[in-house]
């Protein structure tokens, strides 16, 4: 689509003049549908200190649609697995028009804060995460000082 | 037939031989032919009566006993005098055409035709006695008149005897000649003699052909019997052979009746090879009189043997064709393989002619067309009609030679009626290749004019041109049959031919051409002059395909004009363009040539496109193939031929082209005024006039265009005259000052007695302007003063005009204007004198063929100028339905006067010739709303309930009008089901159809019904009740309603006019809600409220509404979902779409219902603010002035404010020029696409800028989708531009049996 609702120019100006904490998001040059974001890890999360990149892409139907989210840093998360995909419910079926992308981003921050490995998309993290809590936690830090520091 | 290449053979050798041959006792054989005559003579008393046939038979051995005192050795004696006297029968038969029309155009026949006539005489001795062939013709009943002729024909035998005695050279015409002009007279020979060297030969000759009346043939005929009817009698053939004659098969039954049963197709074949025991040319003398088989000797008395003329040379072979014939004559043993046969032609009697009066064929040809075995000298049966009808006319002419070899007879006996095949091998003879070529091509053709003229006259065929016509069908056929087909794409190295043939031609009616009937055109000819000769399409394409012979234009060099001179820029092919056209002006020191090719066009020659070019096909005739014979071969590898006239040449037929100038027909707004200004810019001036003027003449001998009243007319070197429409006349001024760069070159516009004299100007003037402009009007004016009023003393009056003088060169701009060469335009256009001529026109026809005519004839293109050429090679053929014959001929004279290019053309890189931004045209196809669904239901109920009983019955016609406005009231649905009951202006079948169309009663029954069936999911009243009350609270209490973001499209504040509310109290923009709930409805999902994901439903919805005053607050009522009709929706949004990404566009709404353009400006204009977007409207019902007000106003760009056009398909579909606009929207398909295309094409034209992009919006699973496929088919099958009523209303039953299916 060549032409670019008014909607999103909306969103992309607010998410640069007023941003979330913690959660940047920069539209590419070349394709505006198109975000690079970073977020934050939450305080007292296992991913703390952590900032995570991730990709962000406006479908031709949003905001009827939601938007295709991914994390392109490792992550050590029961819910994101190791493309990493989302496994979220408003990116799915919760969608609604009404949701923007500042929403949705701070949603995956709060998957952050509070992983549900009830509901897991990477099905060994998970099973880690519910037999042996601790050392689940100790490896996701550590997969964050690894891979999610700042520079 | 060494004899013959002797030139003289004295009267002594005659006498000598004649001795010779004395020898030789005849008198058995006398008797026996006597006895054979006899008997023919009982079995065939029906046709002659018994005591005239015993009268023959009386006289018959009176002069045998007389005269056959000397039977020749071989029975081939031959009287010259009877010969001479048979050939002058052939000639005035076969040839009179010729020689009638010399006679009637009055040209004289030269001397050396006589000459040449009289050394055929000597000849035709020397054949004598070379024992080649002779042939008689006599038919029966002329046999009956011979008893009363016999006293005269006995007298003109002494008178020709003594004559030739005493000039042995005299030719035989000029004898019979002498002979009735002296011959009652008591001195008659003396005075013959001294006419014959007293008048010159000329008088002779022509004189032949006059009083060689064809009445006087069957005393001549008679005469010839009685005199020497023996002799005759016992003729013998053709193939250098002589044989006794064979008599032994019974007498015909009707022969006509019997043709008819074996009427198998000839094939061509060159197989089986065995040996023929006896070559052609070494077969032993005949030396089985076998007396016993001649009986009825009767029967070839009216036999015409085939021979060759003595002065053949040679003779080629041009093709074999394999026959079955039908025998008629029972053998006792099987003809052996490899015989040699012969065809030998009867004359057909006068009752039982083969044409009757009027010139339509009354007999099968096959009748009289025997095939003789040349060994056993008897017939041996009959060729089949189609092959009879081509050689019948051919043989015993000398154009054609036929050979025929048996090749297959079952290895058994023959009885009659069984079939059996031989081969006839066709050759060409030297002797049709000796006319001279130069005079024939202009006698010929004049003399065809001339023809034509007397059939207007009302004149029947004569039955030599009969004969001749007769020849020229049996030529064609016969290259037909034996497929030899003239070279069209001839190997590339002889290029000039490759452009000149078209090898890529639509066939359009090739059966036609090659099939025709003899009787076909025989009375066609002067009657369809007033036919309606329109071409249909297919026809122009056709001819505008050829026209444009790619690779030629493609390989012109370019030419670029000096910066000093012209100060444009050419696009490519326009400096192919200046190439050309410098070409054609002969000024080729100014073409810019990339290669050096020589460019045949520049040579001034072109094949006379009347003549096809051949090439000698291997010799497979049989003599070749089995005995290996050495054929006479020539070194040329192809000849030439008009299959028209029947003539042959060996070199090519050129015709000169002296004509400077030509026809540019190059598509509109490919620039020919840019290129014929950088033309005339480029040779502003005949510079070759500065010699000339040495020798003080105005007239150019070199290029003699001018006739002879116009060299008197003083010559305007410098200028050159531009002739065009009144409107055009401020543009070409303004066009040539841009290109003019030159401040030496000046311009003067000749309009309104501006220039008080033109002479003054351009001769006594030592700086006179180059390019004089004016207009059709003023030299129509001019003209019409001139030659209408003091027509006595125009010579006088003309001093000043445009018509004093002769100009350097005339330029007529959209040319066409002058393709009725009847008006007076035209005629004042062609009074014009210049020595150069151009025409411009992108449609040099319209829509006839002649409107070419007019064309040639300004740009005198000899021949075809006159306009009797024209209407033989082009008009008439054309008329008849010769259209590949004629669009030839067209083509072949065009092309090297002519050059078109059209926008589709690519130049040599492949490039298009005008880059157009690329065009993207999108279907958008959509689904009607509920509504909209349901109405549309009833409606096509209805109608296919109506079609379906008119297709039963069968009156689908009669109810025509019925069935399109069903059909109309479909698609008006389509667009807006308020449209029903409103006119379609475009559709000219409804236009007598009001009534129907608007019988409101009807539609507003049907609409009724379809809302009673509407479900409701929607609120009860106190549901409703109890949702406002609430939104009330939370809107309009605290005035939040005016400061509402809508969730979806975050705009803020949403007008409240545009909100939605759900039942859950959340507010949206209408359109937003709307396409979320189609969206999701379409994903399968659930309506959730996106805010609070409680479910919705689209029945129960809430909006606000305004009051009438406007400072009171609104109040909630039900949403009714009474959705916008589907093309609305989808253009509403498409343009606010448009508007948000670029706010200034221009764009153009396309629809042929005006009463929808009404809907759509009321639609988009509440849809929009009035500050972002401007209406306009254009339909038929503006007045001329408003449209210009309109389009001017469309046409300023404003960035900040959408400009939208509503333009009615009919009213805006042609002329306008919409480039300002990039984007368009089609809102209801039309049925012919080409319209659509033009409107389309009034945005996508040279000027555009932009990519353009149209939207056409189509309903899926409606009549628009079907209208779709018709469009479609229409594309396919082209549309004729010419239908008929009849036929539009044939294809539209089509149609709507397409739409309903």
């Known amino acids: ?151 | 037939m060494t004899e013959s290449s002797q030139p003289e053979i004295s009267q002594d050798q005659i006498k000598g031989l004649l001795q010779k041959t004395s020898e030789l006792p005849l008198e058995g054989e006398k008797k026996l032919i006597v006895k054979q005559l006899k008997e023919s003579t009982q079995m065939s008393a029906d046709e002659l009566p018994v005591n005239s046939s015993t009268e023959i038979i009386q006289d018959l051995s009176q002069h045998s006993n007389e005269e056959f005192n000397n039977e020749p050795v071989d029975r081939k004696i031959e009287d010259p005098i009877q010969e001479q006297l048979q050939s002058s029968q052939e000639e005035s038969k076969n040839t009179t055409q010729d020689h009638s029309q010399r006679f009637l155009t009055g040209e004289p026949i030269d001397r050396n035709t006589i000459l040449t006539k009289l050394k055929g005489l000597h000849n035709d001795c020397s054949f004598l006695f070379a024992a080649n062939k002779l042939g008689l013709k006599l038919s029966e009943d002329e046999a009956k008149e011979e008893n009363i002729d016999e006293y005269l024909n006995a007298k003109r035998n002494d008178f020709f005897k003594t004559i030739k005695s005493v000039i042995p050279s005299i030719d035989n015409k000029a004898l019979e000649y002498l002979y009735v002009k002296h011959g009652n007279k008591e001195d008659s020979i003396e005075q013959a003699i001294l006419d014959f060297s007293n008048t010159s030969s000329d008088s002779i000759a022509q004189g032949k052909d006059d009083s060689f009346p064809l009445v006087e043939t069957s005393s001549m005929k008679a005469h010839l019997i009685t005199d020497n009817g023996f002799k005759s009698t016992l003729l013998v053939d053709t193939n250098k052979k002589n044989f006794p004659i064979d008599t032994s098969s019974p007498k015909h039954s009707n022969p006509a009746t019997r043709s008819s049963s074996f009427q198998s197709p000839s094939q061509l074949s060159f197989n089986k090879p065995p040996l023929r025991p006896n070559s052609q040319n070494n077969l032993p003398l005949s030396n089985s009189p076998a007396s016993s088989q001649r009986k009825r000797t009767k029967e070839y008395l009216n036999r015409d043997y085939k021979r060759l003329k003595p002065d053949l040379q040679w003779k080629r072979f041009i093709g074999a064709l394999q026959v079955n014939a039908l025998a008629t004559r029972p053998t006792s043993k099987p003809v052996e393989y490899g015989s040699q046969l012969s065809l030998v032609k009867s004359i057909p009697s006068k009752n039982k002619r083969i044409f009757d009066s009027s010139g339509k064929r009354k007999n099968a040809m096959s009748s009289f067309i025997r095939i003789m075995d040349t060994k056993a000298n008897r017939e041996l049966g009959r060729v089949p009609e189609d092959i009879a009808r081509i050689v019948f006319p051919l043989l015993g002419d000398s154009i054609v030679d036929f050979e025929a070899t048996m090749v297959f007879c079952n290895n058994r006996r023959i009885s009659i009626g069984d079939t059996f095949v031989f081969q006839l091998d066709c050759f060409l003879t030297s002797k049709s290749f000796e006319d001279d070529e130069e005079s024939t091509l202009s006698q010929g053709m004049k003399g065809l004019g001339e023809k034509n003229s007397t059939f207007n006259k009302g004149m029947t065929e004569t039955d030599s041109e009969l004969h001749s016509r007769t020849q020229r069908m049996a030529l064609l056929n016969l290259f037909d049959i034996i497929s030899l087909q003239p070279i069209l794409d001839e190997s590339k190295a002889l290029q000039e031919n490759a452009t000149q043939k078209m090898p890529d031609f639509i066939d359009l009616e090739d059966e036609n051409y090659n099939k025709i009937d003899i009787t076909d055109d025989s009375t066609s000819i002067p009657s369809t002059q007033h036919q309606e000769d329109a071409m249909d399409l297919n026809q122009i394409q056709s001819f505008y395909k050829a026209a444009q012979s790619l690779e030629s234009i493609q390989n012109l060099p370019e030419t670029t004009p000096s910066k000093d001179i012209f100060s444009l820029d050419l696009r490519r092919y326009q400096k192919q363009g200046l190439s050309w056209m410098l070409r054609r002006e002969r000024e080729f020191s100014k073409v810019q040539t990339n290669n050096d090719k020589t460019d045949p066009v520049s040579e001034g020659s072109i094949t006379n496109p009347l003549w096809k070019q051949f090439k000698w096909p291997k010799d497979m005739s049989w003599a070749t193939q089995k005995l290996s014979e050495i054929s006479t071969d020539l070194d040329d590898i192809f000849f030439y031929a008009n299959l028209h006239t029947g003539k042959f040449s060996l070199d090519k037929p050129v015709i000169k082209s002296m004509v400077r100038g030509g026809i540019l027909s190059d598509e509109m707004g490919l620039g020919k005024t840019i290129s014929t200004l950088a033309l005339i810019l480029s040779v502003p001036e005949d510079t070759s006039i500065v010699d000339k003027k040495l020798f003080e003449t105005s007239n150019d001998l070199v290029i003699d265009l001018s006739k002879p009243e116009d060299a008197k007319r003083p010559y305007a070197s410098k200028t050159t005259l531009i002739v065009v429409p009144m409107s055009l006349l401020n543009q070409w001024s303004e066009e040539f000052v841009k290109a003019n760069a030159s401040s030496e070159v000046t311009h003067e516009l000749y309009y309104g007695g501006n220039v008080s004299s033109l002479k003054k100007l351009l001769i006594n003037n030592n700086k006179p302007p180059s390019v004089i402009i004016t207009t059709y009007g003023v030299v129509q004016s001019e003209w019409t003063k001139i030659f209408k009023e003091t027509s006595p003393h125009y010579q006088v009056e003309v001093s000043t005009g445009l018509y004093s003088l002769d100009f350097f060169r005339i330029v007529i701009d959209e040319g066409h204007t002058i393709r009725n060469r009847t008006t007076a335009t035209s005629k004042a256009i062609m009074g014009l004198s210049s020595k150069r001529k151009w025409i411009l026109t992108g449609t040099p026809i319209i829509n006839r063929l002649d409107d070419l005519y007019s064309l040639v004839k300004f740009l005198n293109l000899e021949p075809w100028s006159q306009v009797n050429y024209w209407k033989t090679f082009i008009s008439n053929p054309f008329e008849n339905k010769q259209f590949k014959q004629a669009l030839d001929v067209v083509n072949s004279i065009l092309d090297p006067v002519l050059l078109r290019r059209t926008k589709q053309m690519k130049d040599i890189d492949g490039k298009h010739l005008v880059e157009l931004p690329p065009k993207e045209v999108i279907v958008e196809k959509l689904e009607f709303t509920n509504k909209q669904n349901k109405v549309y239901k009833q409606f096509l109920d209805k109608a296919e309930l109506s079609v379906k009983s008119g297709l039963a019955r069968g009156d689908l016609l009669k109810q025509y009008s019925t069935i399109l406005v069903h059909i109309l009231r479909l698609r008006q649905i389509c667009c807006d089901e308020s449209l029903l009951g409103t006119q379609d202006e475009n559709d000219e079948d409804l236009k007598n159809s009001n009534k129907l169309v608007n019988n409101k009663s009807e539609i507003e029954s049907i609409l009724k019904k379809t809302e009673d069936k509407q479900p409701n999911n929607s609120f009860t009243e106190s549901e409703l009740q109890l949702v406002t009350q609430s939104l009330t609270e939370r809107f309009l209490k605290n005035n939040s309603y005016k400061n509402m973001e809508c969730p979806i499209c975050t705009t803020d504040p949403i007008d409240f006019t545009d909100s939605l509310f759900t039942e859950c109290g959340h507010a949206f923009c209408k359109s937003c809600l709307e396409d979320y709930l189609k969206f999701q409805s379409e994903k399968g999902r659930d309506h959730n409220c996106p805010t609070c994901r409680k479910e919705i439903d689209s029945d129960r919805l809430i909006t606000l509404q305004c009051n009438s005053e406007i400072t009171e607050k609104p109040n909630f009522i039900h949403y009714d979902n009474n959705h916008k009709p589907a093309k609305l929706n989808a253009l509403l949004k498409h343009l606010h779409v448009l508007k948000d990404c670029s706010p200034g566009e221009q764009v153009v709404v396309f629809s042929q219902f005006s009463s929808y353009l009404d809907i759509l400006e009321n639609e988009i204009g509440n849809s929009f603010k009035d500050e972002d977007v401007e209406i306009f409207k254009f339909d038929g019902r503006l007045s001329l002035k408003d449209r210009h007000i309109v389009l001017q106003n469309f046409g300023k760009k404003n960035l900040n404010k959408m400009k939208v056009l509503l333009l009615s398909l009919k009213a805006g579909g042609v002329g306008l020029n919409l480039t300002v606009a990039s984007h368009a929207y089609m809102m209801d398909p039309w049925w012919s696409p080409s319209l659509e295309d033009q409107a389309i094409d009034r945005i996508h034209r040279i000027g555009q800028t932009t990519n353009v992009k149209v939207v056409r919006f189509i309903i899926k699973d409606s009549i628009e989708e079907k209208i779709l496929r018709i469009q479609e088919r229409k594309r396919r099958i082209g549309e004729a531009m010419d239908a008929d009523e009849d036929e539009r209303r044939k294809r539209r039953i089509e149609e709507i049996q397409m739409l309903f299916e």
């Open chain 1, 1 to 151: 689509m060549a032409s670019l609702p008014k909607r999103i120019i909306k969103e992309t100006e607010r998410l640069i003049s007023d941003p979330v904490p913690g959660i940047t998001a920069q539209p590419h040059e070349d394709n505006l549908r198109y975000f690079s974001v970073t977020i934050e890890g939450p305080k007292d999360s296992a991913y703390e200190n952590g900032v995570f990149e991730l990709e962000l892409f406006l479908p031709d139907d949003y905001p009827m649609e939601a938007p295709k989210v991914r994390f392109l840093t490792k992550i050590y998360h029961p819910n994101i697995d190791r493309l990493g995909r989302i496994c979220l419910d408003v990116l799915k079926n919760n969608w609604s028009p009404a949701l923007q992308i500042r929403t949705v981003l701070l949603s995956i921050q709060a998957l952050l804060a509070s992983p549900n490995p009830n509901d897991p998309l990477a099905n060994d993290v998970a099973e880690d995460w519910i037999k042996n809590e601790k050392g689940a936690i100790a490896k996701a830090k550590e997969w964050t000082k690894l891979y999610a520091s700042k520079k």
